[in-house]
């Protein structure tokens, strides 16, 4: 009826998957035409079966526009797909939409782009999952992204106090700051009270457990906290790019160079499929086993 061959072009003609083009042309007694009409007849029918699927591979994509940007993640389930030119599109077309709307949550982004997103999963035959996102706006500043690792991270801050070149040179360096290094929070005082009370908790029985004079400990908590701020706070940490400044002053430098006083409203980073359960099946092997079906 119909060879391996004529699966695969069905799948590059389509964007379908390889079980669903499979399907179709048994479906069509291997009739090409009528395969891809039967595809697009099942799209949402086929997209809907996929919903349980895992979706944690993706990529995170950002956009600035004017003084507004946008970060957003979307997954799908392997980085086979999300290494591909449709499915890129279509995220891309996810953050010009977070662009141009206001969009109350990642909720409303779902629902907005639900057709799309149906009509994408039907196509390129994975889940997508849109995940979430981030927006800012600005008045007095600038508003900078950062990709990394082909969309692997991504960043995105916020430079108050002017709206000059200097100022997203600012922007720029902060965003590969917190590319690199992680920050939790922006300043010391973000830190939750229960998250400082639990940290000085393991400090304590760490020093404990040293051996350290239990004289001297509470202190010794008090120097290791303000380390713990060092670490996770952006404007407490040290400058990647020049270790003997820290990020606080760093804004300050540029700051007086300037005459303007600046800085650094918010910031988000997305770390793709961050908290979400992988698979670990081989993309190849699923092909190839399906082909055996």
Same mark, same amino acid.
């Given at each position: ?15 379908a ?5 499979k399907?179709a ?13 039967f595809?697009r007849?099942?799209?949402i029918?086929?997209a809907?079966?996929?919903?349980s699927?895992?979706?944690?591979e993706?990529?995170?994509? !950002?956009?600035? @526009? $004017? &003084?507004?940007?946008a ?5 799908c %389930?392997?980085?086979?797909?999300a290494k591909? *030119? ?32 149906i009509?994408?999963t ?17 008045e ?8 990394h ?26 965003a ?5 290094a ?14 400082v ?8 029985a760490? !020093?404990?457990? @040293? $051996? &350290?004079?239990?004289?001297?400990v509470?202190?010794?908590? %008090? ?5 713990y701020y *060092? ?22 430098s540029?700051?007086d ?10 910031f ?10 992988k698979r670990?099946?081989?993309f ?5 086993a399906?082909?055996?079906?």
């Amino acid at each position: 009826m119909f060879t391996n061959k004529d699966v695969m072009d069905l799948r590059k003609k389509t964007g379908a998957g390889v079980a669903d083009c499979k399907k179709a042309l048994t479906e069509t007694d291997g009739d090409m035409e009528k395969a891809i009409d039967f595809l697009r007849e099942k799209g949402i029918a086929t997209a809907a079966k996929k919903a349980s699927r895992i979706a944690a591979e993706g990529i995170v994509a !950002a956009k600035i @526009e $004017g &003084k507004v940007g946008a970060l957003v993640e979307v997954n799908c %389930e392997t980085d086979f797909v999300a290494k591909g *030119d449709q499915y890129k599109d279509f995220v891309n077309g996810v953050v010009d939409y977070v662009i141009a709307n206001d969009v109350a949550d990642a909720a409303a982004l779902i629902a907005a782009k639900a057709d799309d997103t149906i009509a994408a999963t039907a196509k390129i035959g994975e889940k997508i999952a849109i995940r979430r996102f981030a927006k800012y706006a600005t008045e007095n500043g600038v508003v900078e992204s950062y990709i990394h690792m082909g969309g692997k991270v991504g960043v995105l801050v916020e430079v108050e106090g002017c709206t000059c070149d200097s100022a997203r040179e600012l922007a720029h360096d902060v965003a590969l700051q917190i590319a690199a290094a992680k920050p939790l929070y922006l300043t010391a005082s973000e830190v939750p009270v229960e998250v400082v009370e639990h940290e000085k908790e393991i400090l304590r029985a760490q !020093a404990l457990n @040293e $051996g &350290k004079p239990a004289a001297i400990v509470d202190r010794m908590v %008090e120097g290791r906290v303000k380390k713990y701020y *060092d670490e996770f706070c952006l404007l407490n940490q040290a400058f990647v790019k020049d270790p003997s400044l820290t990020i606080e002053k760093l804004v300050k430098s540029y700051g007086d160079k300037m005459g303007k006083t600046l800085s650094i409203k918010r910031f988000t980073r997305f770390e793709m499929g961050e908290g979400l359960e992988k698979r670990n099946d081989d993309f190849a092997a699923e092909v190839e086993a399906q082909m055996k079906k």
